[in-house]
């Protein structure tokens, strides 16, 4: 009796029904969970399935021409506010601003649309004065959720925080944001003695926006299948690929040879062919994080064109994981430019790469900033002790010691290259390697 009249009670039905939910989500944490949490927020649209699309009537979306088009197409939009938002990236304004607001345009929320700029409309009149090594679009897209769909991205949060599947809760933030990047088109010239080879040709494959098919977010991606981007077509991010993003490393890279005095110019690594000779006039060329697709065949030519030079010349090469893959822009026979990413091979490095976090220590640098103390991201086992440049990884797999940086001198052509991603970034918080290096930066 007293059973009959506990089902019969509307809030007694929700009490238990709610403790077997919790208790099927506990013990098939992997499987259900995710499977219902989908099912249920996409039914709601909390989950954003929008298709968005960016693309330009230019040939290659980090060249923009004057009067290039630039649609902005996002498809069943459900929001009541959208706002874009554009940011220059540059070392050349006057206050030495690496990042600055350029424009705020609210789009207005229709179900279907294209909405369509030139550059100007969307860069602003004060950022054009200035060249950016790269422009960032943000496209803030704010839900107006219901109490009960709050409730719920509560609860699936907490649960979700316990699976293996946990990557699912990015889709679940109130406001959604898109980040796709773009530049117009500009030519090289030489205005300074150190010359940043800025890796635009990763941006479409690290930025994409389509899980498990890109060369970084799927691991298990076969070795001889590529990943092709067309070059008109903006990269965009919806998601955090990882806490320190590929433009925030390289930030941090150029805003360190600013504070130590060194003037830079910028270039894009896919325009190898068109300024190779220019590149060679520079007593500095420095290669920052993520260079992984500029092709090694290539670097190895413009190793050998700056060592035959009968000048003093520097190359710094910032990522451990730098020229293991293979791309650049390519054009097909109707004269379409993309991008096509793939593995190289042919690479000795790849089989000495290794994630070193919880792995090594550094053995003798100490570092100004704490958090940058424990070596992270990819790393590259080298046996052989550098008395040029002793700084040191042991790690737990044996007692060797290994060489956090490798360097060369041919002719007149010294050569660094870290051996740690993190300290490849985080090279000014140590006393000792910051004064080293700028005694090795010392050419006239």
Known sequence: MKINYFFKNKLSKIIFFGFITILLLI?????????MFKNI??????IDTSALKILTTSDNIFELKKNSQIYIYLKNFKGKKANLSIYSFSNKSPKKHIKQKCNSI????????????????????????????MYVGEITLNRDLGFFEKLLIKIFKKMLSYSTNSKDIRFIKQDKI???????????????KALVIFPASAFPNYFSDLDYVNNYLDRSRPYDLPFVKFANEAP?????????????KNLQIIKSYEDLGIKLDIDYDYNYEKNLNTWSKYKIIIFPNHSEYFPL????????????????????VHDPNSFTRESFLKKNNKGTSYFEYKFDHNN???NQ??????????????????????????SVKILERNNDWPFYLKCKDNDNVYSAISFDKINKLGIIRFNVESLGYSFTKTKKFKNKLLNFLEVN
């Open 106 to 133: 609210p789009l207005v929320g229709k179900k279907n649309y294209m909405l369509g700029f030139i550059p100007s409309d969307l860069i602003g009149k004060d950022c054009l004065k200035y060249e950016s090594f």
């Open 353 to 378: 790469l290794f994630e070193s976090k919880g792995q090594c220590k550094y053995d003798n640098i100490n570092f100004t900033d704490m958090r940058y103390s424990e070596p992270e991201g990819y």
């Open 178 to 192: 898109y980040t796709f990047y773009f530049n117009l088109e500009k030519k090289l010239e030489k205005k300074n």
């Open 348 to 350: 000795a490095l790849i």
């Open 27 to 35: 013990l098939f944490k992997d499987s259900i969970s995710s499977t």
């Open 297 to 316: 065949s290539k670097f190895k030519k413009m190793k050998e064109l700056l060592r035959n030079l009968d000048e003093e010349k520097r190359l710094l």
């Open 236 to 248: 965009i991010q919806s998601y955090e690929v990882e806490k320190i993003r590929l433009l925030e």
């Open 41 to 46: 927020f996409t039914n709601k649209k909390i």
